[in-house]
């Protein structure tokens, strides 16, 4: 794995400013918010706005995913719609249960990339309920499109009838469970918010905690908390190690005239080269 996944940015998909700031932002993810962010009346807005953002990918430091609203909330259709456009590099499915939901969701998106000719986007489910985290490895290894889980604590304390507070005890389990079944399937596990916004040092530590899980990376709610969470989420050796077979082998592949290979039986291309370098450039500093 080559990619730098440390940190994910939610940024309110209704809020024209917050989205232009998002531009300079070195979080490795942003992701514009159609969900918890933005209220109902806001949802049809939000989606022009973020469409419009899509049209200047170019400017963003950081690669750019957009979270949906939920597969039960009757909106995702419209959202899918709107948001998959050039530009676009995943999409956040939140509250995602069952594989089904999933496939459905993912019938649609291919049907789109098809019909508007556009490059394969990744997939990144939210486990939120219990529901969910008992189905965490089959949801996580449904789809080759799938390239990490997160895990949302706020709303499976909800479905489990426990109010909240720091490092809550109900949610040891799953916060234990979603990082093992995602390094089963192969895929990233990044780990739920820190609200805190004031407790930098809570935030560091959260982010230690989540690290010695499994976890590769965060999700964040301010920009404030980009370098606490990058400090801790430095990639490790055998991530650098992989990073620098995956960039030998690429070039490699290219002076004898070719692009795609493989790297121990996993198929690379120029993306998987790209994310390398930026891997191995972030160690030299």
Same mark, same amino acid.
């Given at each position: 794995?080559?990619?730098?996944?440390?940190?994910?940015?939610?940024?309110?998909?209704?809020?024209?400013?917050?989205?232009?700031?998002?531009?300079?932002?070195?979080?490795?993810?942003?992701?514009?918010?159609?969900?918890?962010?933005?209220?109902?009346?806001?949802?049809?807005?939000a989606?022009?706005?973020?469409?419009?953002?899509?049209?200047?990918?170019?400017?963003?430091?950081?690669?750019?995913?957009?979270?949906t609203?939920?597969?039960?909330?009757?909106?995702?259709?419209?959202?899918?719609?709107?948001?998959?456009?050039?530009?676009?590099?995943?999409?956040?499915? $939140?509250?995602?249960?069952?594989? %089904?939901?999933?496939? @459905?969701?993912?019938?649609?998106?291919?049907?789109?990339? #098809? &019909?508007? +000719?556009?490059?394969?986007?990744?997939?990144?489910?939210?486990?939120?309920?219990?529901?969910?985290?008992?189905?965490?490895?089959?949801?996580?290894?449904?789809?080759?499109?799938?390239?990490?889980?997160i895990?949302?604590?706020?709303?499976?304390?909800?479905?489990?009838?426990i109010e909240?507070?720091?490092?809550?005890?109900?949610?040891?389990?799953?916060?234990?469970?979603?990082?093992l079944?995602?390094?089963?399937?192969?895929?990233?596990?990044?780990?739920?918010?820190?609200?805190?916004?004031?407790?930098?040092?809570?935030l560091?530590?959260?982010?230690?905690a989540?690290?010695?899980?499994?976890?590769?990376?965060?999700?964040?709610?301010?920009?404030?908390?980009?370098?606490?969470?990058?400090?801790?989420f430095? $990639?490790?050796?055998?991530?650098i %190690?992989?990073?620098? @077979?995956?960039?030998?082998?690429?070039?490699?592949?290219? #002076? &004898?005239? +070719?692009?795609?290979?493989?790297?121990?039986?996993?198929?690379?291309?120029?993306?998987?080269?790209?994310?390398?370098?930026?891997?191995?450039?972030?160690?030299?500093?």
């Amino acid at each position: 794995m080559t990619r730098l996944f440390r940190s994910l940015l939610f940024v309110p998909g209704n809020n024209p400013r917050f989205l232009e700031k998002a531009k300079s932002l070195t979080a490795d993810i942003v992701c514009f918010d159609l969900e918890d962010s933005v209220p109902d009346n806001e949802k049809k807005k939000a989606r022009k706005i973020i469409e419009e953002s899509l049209k200047t990918r170019s400017k963003y430091y950081s690669e750019v995913y957009v979270r949906t609203n939920s597969p039960s909330s009757g909106k995702i259709l419209d959202d899918l719609d709107e948001i998959v456009r050039k530009g676009i590099d995943g999409i956040v499915i $939140p509250k995602v249960n069952t594989v %089904k939901e999933l496939k @459905k969701i993912e019938n649609i998106l291919s049907s789109l990339e #098809k &019909k508007r +000719k556009l490059g394969h986007i990744a997939l990144v489910p939210s486990i939120e309920s219990a529901e969910g985290v008992v189905n965490t490895y089959d949801i996580a290894s449904s789809s080759k499109r799938i390239s990490a889980v997160i895990f949302g604590v706020f709303d499976l304390l909800n479905d489990m009838g426990i109010e909240y507070k720091k490092n809550p005890e109900g949610a040891k389990y799953a916060r234990a469970k979603i990082p093992l079944d995602a390094k089963a399937a192969g895929v990233y596990a990044l780990d739920a918010i820190w609200q805190d916004l004031k407790d930098k040092k809570g935030l560091k530590e959260d982010c230690t905690a989540g690290r010695k899980l499994g976890y590769v990376g965060k999700t964040l709610i301010h920009p404030d908390q980009i370098d606490i969470t990058h400090k801790v989420f430095h $990639p490790n050796e055998t991530e650098i %190690k992989w990073a620098q @077979k995956v960039y030998k082998t690429y070039l490699q592949s290219t #002076k &004898k005239g +070719k692009g795609a290979t493989t790297v121990d039986g996993k198929m690379i291309d120029e993306v998987h080269f790209k994310r390398a370098k930026a891997l191995l450039d972030l160690v030299k500093k």
